[in-house]
Nanobody, 125 residues
């Protein structure tokens, strides 16, 4: 059974940091691209950051580039999203998702096959 379990969300003040984790199981981690997708209240799913299964390629949404860092620990089958200098507009539910990565490309959120349950991030003073 495929499982993606996110953790690490919470309430943080503007300028603060959080690290999200996504623990994967039930599939070959190294052959799947992993992505973080955000859904703000009343808005569409927004791709935030993606990492290839081999860790060689990454993508960042322009709105988070320079503030967020995606990484993976293949020994733990876990993907991380380090979020620094958080802004109120970063508020939303963050989902981890996975898809078989045959060739590196930036995909739309709905192209991903497996999804976690989401973790809430609220940036507010």
């Amino acid at each position: 059974e495929v499982q993606l379990v996110e953790s690490g969300g919470g309430l943080v003040q503007p300028g603060g940091s959080l690290r999200l984790s996504c623990a994967a199981s039930g599939f070959t981690f190294s052959s799947h691209d992993m992505t973080w997708v955000r859904q703000a209240p009343g808005k569409r799913l927004e791709p935030i950051s993606t990492i290839s299964g081999n860790g060689r390629f990454t993508y960042y949404n322009e709105s988070v580039r320079g503030r967020f860092t995606i990484s993976q620990d293949s020994a733990k089958n876990t993907v991380y999203l380090q979020m620094n200098n958080l802004k109120p507009e970063d508020t939303g539910t963050y989902y981890c998702a996975a898809v078989v990565g045959v060739r590196w490309t930036v995909r739309a959120p709905l192209e991903y096959d497996y999804w976690g349950q989401g973790t809430q991030v609220t940036v507010s003073s």
